[in-house]
């Protein structure tokens, strides 16, 4: 069975950074890409940026350049997503999400809560 | 970035037909995909590619379309299916989803 285990929901001060976990198992981690994707209510969904954990590349959205830094641990089939200079405009809940070759999220993690506050 | 419209919500009663529909501001081919996603819960996957049915997802549902205009059909609705559905697109970068369709059951 695939399984996508995120870490807990944080409270973070404005500023600081938060650094999320997705542990992947039930396939060979390396075999697919990881999608990361931002839940708001003012928003929506919106398409982070993608890993590829076997060659270790990375593709972002344009908006969350900056924003965001992916990798991953093949060692321990763990993917994750750093959120840096964090504002309230970043308290959102944060999915991972397993690319099937054909561009689209086939298995999803719970989803963690981010919310910046002081 | 390709917008992608979906109409905000519909009230449908059981046993009914459903309709639910997303436009793309440009054309996405037959990559649009379908996802379900119940309060509280991570989305999951409906359709892909425009019309093939996701392994383990009842038959109720179908996609078809292609280019710029995609509907995702419910036939017959049940109780269960109430949520939110959201169409994405991966033909053009940045993927997009839509603003999502709340699907009430009365």
């Known amino acids: 069975e695939v399984k996508l285990q995120q870490s807990g929901d944080e409270l973070v001060r404005p500023g600081a950074s938060v650094k999320i976990s997705c542990k992947a198992s039930?396939?060979?981690?390396?075999?697919?890409?990881m999608y990361w994707v931002k839940q708001s209510p003012g928003q929506g969904l919106e398409w982070i940026g993608t890993i590829i954990p076997l060659i270790d590349t990375t593709s972002y959205n344009q908006k969350f350049k900056g924003k965001a830094t992916l990798t991953a641990d093949k060692s321990s089939n763990t993917a994750y997503m750093e959120l840096s200079r964090l504002t309230s405009e970043d308290s959102a809940v944060y999915y991972c999400?397993?690319?099937?070759?054909?561009?689209?999220?086939?298995?999803w993690g719970q989803g963690v809560m981010v919310t910046v506050s002081s | 970035d390709t917008v992608l419209t979906q109409s905000p919500a519909l009230a449908v009663s059981p046993g009914e037909r459903v309709t639910i529909s997303c436009r793309a501001s440009?054309?996405?081919?037959?990559?649009m995909h379908w996802y379900q996603q119940k309060p509280g819960q991570q989305p999951t996957l409906l359709i892909y590619?425009?019309?093939n049915l996701e392994s383990g997802v009842p038959a109720r549902f179908s996609g078809s379309g292609s280019g710029t205009d995609f509907t995702l059909t419910i036939d017959p609705v049940e109780a269960d299916d109430t949520a939110t559905y959201y169409c994405?697109?991966?033909?053009?970068?940045?993927?997009?989803f839509g603003s999502g369709t709340k699907l009430e059951i009365k």
């Open positions: 999400a397993r690319d099937n070759p054909g561009l689209y999220f086939d298995y």
């Open positions: 039930g396939y060979t981690f390396t075999n697919y890409a």
């Open positions: 590619l425009a019309s």
């Open positions: 994405q697109q991966s033909w053009n970068d940045p993927f997009t």
């Open positions: 440009e054309s996405v081919s037959t990559l």
